[in-house]
């Protein structure tokens, strides 16, 4: 198991934010950081739940910590915050610097199969490396209590590590996220040069296998049992864009016979895609989530 370095500890919220770096397996044995904030309950023999918080394009482990507003609430429920980086950093990929939406601070959350992009491995990480990694560390976190939640590009990274990992997670939700990722933009430009070319109008199963509205379409969960809370803005520019598409998630729902209790979609009016809106409702996130960590 790699030796996790810690770099800078701040006081917050009457706990301790942490940012520590590892070499990680997953991302070819390059060093990746995040940030975690740990409750002042928490300790070996009284760990806390953990929410996984997943950033977007160009964000790292550091945006949701100091735009997101979520650590007073964690910490009034004594939920521990990990929040990984957004993409493997310094993999020497030819143009990986160049656009804002591919390479560095632009992972998707996805196992990238594509020989050129081979570092890219972001799912692997959050969800078997990083687990492991804290676990060995014993910090303090019960691991058996984990729920996602993310913003945009790291929104679509929640819903789809959720509907595709039930049983890590307990419950998910977003902020904007990319709801159809193999139909819009960002995703399209993502699983194309991660995962493979496509031109067709019907993406190939390997890109659906990242798409949160087709996963959700066919998904196995038991009825009652999927916890997904959605907040978009009527503002958002990227809404306006297509670049979003929460109409095709409550669709999916819809078509797989989920209540809305189950998968609650809501529009807020006019906000746009800012951290001044993921903090405005940042407690009511962190609160459905303590719902499902606590219960
Ligand atoms: N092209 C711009 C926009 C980048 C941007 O808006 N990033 C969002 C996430 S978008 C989807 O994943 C973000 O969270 N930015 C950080 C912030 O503090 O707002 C650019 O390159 O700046």
Known sequence: MPKLESKQSNKVASGTLTKYSFPSTSLGGLTTNFNLFLPSSAS???PVPVLLYL??????????????GFLLT?????????????????AEVEGEDEDWDLGSGAGFYINATADKWKKYRMYDLIVEELPKVLKEADL????TRMSVFGHSMGGH?????YLRNPNLFKSAS????ACNPSQTPWGKKAFNAYIQPC????????????DSSRLL?????AKGDVHILVDVGTGDQFLKDGQLEPDALKEAAKENGRTQEEVQVRLQDGYDHSYYFISTFASEHVEYHANFLKA
């Open 74 to 90: 964690a910490a009034k429920h004594g939920l521990a915050v990990v929040m990984p980086d957004t993409s493997p950093r310094g």
């Open 217 to 221: 379409a066919r998904s196995e969960i």
């Open 140 to 143: 303090g976190l019960d691991l």
């Open 174 to 177: 977003a902020f904007s996220p």
């Open 44 to 46: 070996s023999s009284s």
């Open 157 to 161: 990274g929640a819903l789809m590590l």
């Open 55 to 68: 950033a977007g394009l160009t964000c790292n482990e550091d945006t949701g910590a100091q735009k997101g």
């Open 199 to 210: 031109t067709r109008s019907s993406p190939p199963s390997e890109w659906l296998a990242y």
